[in-house]
């Protein structure tokens, strides 16, 4: 596996962030492109590419997160467009993996389901003519019903973005678990890790882990909270396996969203990837 960063959790400008990943020895870098940059000329994407290569590095992903999902008919067409303009500028940046949030799947077939599910193959269809993926974060629903709504699509072109911390702070649920029914989908990961109000170190009963945990929620209105990585609820001594043996051999992208020191959580969340890797032998 190697190891990335989403440039932006710098907050030092996308040169700034490119050069700091350099300096950290990284394989790669996930930018966003749903702003500005859906007008960049070819001559800027280039410029972009050229500042990512002469740093030795790759695009591992481009995220392409409108904020929003694909729930609204009405708001669908357009979002398809920008979508498919970032899946362009991805591919001129040598990416062929695209990442967003779609909002939630239901378990029950739904109105909802139809509506995202109309979009996706739209988007999928159009990936798989550019040898390309949208690859859907992991987070608003649990594992196995996220597969059962992909096992619902006529295109190879739609695939998963694996966040591990989202599964935990959003739906209480082990990485290694949603793995089983998902890891096949899996072509980009995010590096993040979390806790969840009331809910321990998995497995969890009563633990003096979990009394912690809630006691930092005491001076913060949240069910969740992002933590640096390897200080919460993401065992990865269990999920870097589990996620080896669903056949994934791809980037582990830091995304650090929050907090007051950003260069040295994702500094310390690079040795401690390392550290993993080395362990069990998946660098």
Known sequence: MKIGVMVESF???FRGGIERAAALGVDGVQKYAAGKELLWTDAEIREALDIV???GLVFSAI?????????DPARNPEMIEKSKRVMEIAKKLECNIVTTHVHSMTEEESESNQIIRAALEQLGSFAESMDAVYALETGPEIGRVMDGFLSTLNTRGIRVNFDPANLVMCMGERPEEALKYIGKYVVHTHAKDGIRRGVGPFPGTDTPERAAHNAVFNTKNASYLEVPLG?????FDTYLPALAAAGFDGF???EREC???PEADIAMAVNFLREKLAKYNLG
């Open 231 to 235: 200080q919460g609820d993401v065992n």
């Open 252 to 254: 582990l992208t830091i």
């Open 63 to 71: 995220c392409g997160d409108f904020g929003y999902g694909f729930h």
């Open 11 to 13: 907050k030092l400008g």
């Open 259 to 261: 907090g007051a020191t």
């Open 53 to 55: 290569k002469s740093n």
